[in-house]
């Protein structure tokens, strides 16, 4: 079982929709999760951060997290075609041997189209 | 403010040749740092990680080392490339001892094994 799961999509939505970007993780013990944006032949960027439960929000970007349920996902709203990346969901299982290393889903594409 | 440095941006090298990629850190002491391979199409992979001078974790075997011989350095290393090995190099740094804040990612090396 991987530890971190996305649809790999890809993901299409049409110009100024909400895109809803999913992710589920395998270890309860996980307790900082975070959204990188990665855009084609580029390094990934830190866009959200999250660590308790409920919804956090900035600007265009909703992460929301449910530990109970294991899965945290991110919401854009009014997206742009500049939205359009592989967005990558990554976990943190503090303490233990772990040195603060995070578990990345291998991501998702998403494509707004105009 | 940290910033993270990562050359060179686009190499090609010919099977059976060494390889050394550099990343090094500012503004900070101590980082985690990490080197991560992404292949075309595919998730980031953990090759390496470090928490201190000297010290090397390795998470994947292969035919890639890395040192780290400065505190705020970081080299990947090899000595005879297969073609296997071409792919996205990615370094990134983190807080040290947890990852409650993420990594920051330098800008990458793309790798063509030829």
């Known amino acids: 079982q991987k530890e971190v799961e996305q649809n790999s999509g890809p993901l299409s939505v049409p110009e100024g929709a909400i895109a809803s970007l999913n992710c589920t993780y395998s270890?309860?013990?996980?307790?900082?999760f975070f959204w990188y944006r990665q855009y084609s032949g580029k390094s990934p960027e830190l866009i959200m951060s999250?660590?308790?439960?409920g919804d956090k929000e900035d600007g265009r970007f909703t992460a929301q997290l449910n530990k109970a349920s294991q899965y945290v996902s991110l919401l854009i709203r009014d997206s742009q075609p500049s939205d359009s990346a592989t967005y990558l969901c990554?976990?943190?299982?503090?303490?233990?041997?772990?040195?603060?290393?995070?578990?990345f889903g291998q991501g998702t594409i998403l494509t707004v189209h105009p | 403010s940290q910033t993270i440095h990562q050359w060179p941006a686009t190499l090609v090298q010919p099977v059976g040749s060494p390889l050394s990629l550099e990343c090094t850190v500012e503004?900070?002491?101590?980082?985690?740092l990490y080197w991560y391979r992404q292949a075309a199409g595919r998730g980031l992979q953990l090759l390496f990680y470090?928490?201190?001078?000297?010290?090397i974790s390795s998470e994947v075997p292969q035919n890639l080392s890395a040192s780290r011989p400065q505190d705020r350095q970081f080299i990947l290393s090899s000595k005879k490339l297969l073609l296997s090995d071409s792919g996205f190099y990615l370094c990134a740094w983190s807080v040290p001892w947890t990852g409650s804040y993420g990594y920051t990612f330098g800008s990458g090396t793309r790798l063509t094994v030829v």
């Open positions: 999250i660590y308790s439960n």
């Open positions: 270890d309860r013990g996980s307790q900082s």
């Open positions: 470090s928490v201190g001078i000297g010290q």
């Open positions: 990554a976990v943190n299982i503090e303490g233990g041997t772990s040195y603060g290393k995070l578990t």
């Open positions: 503004g900070t002491s101590n980082p985690n």
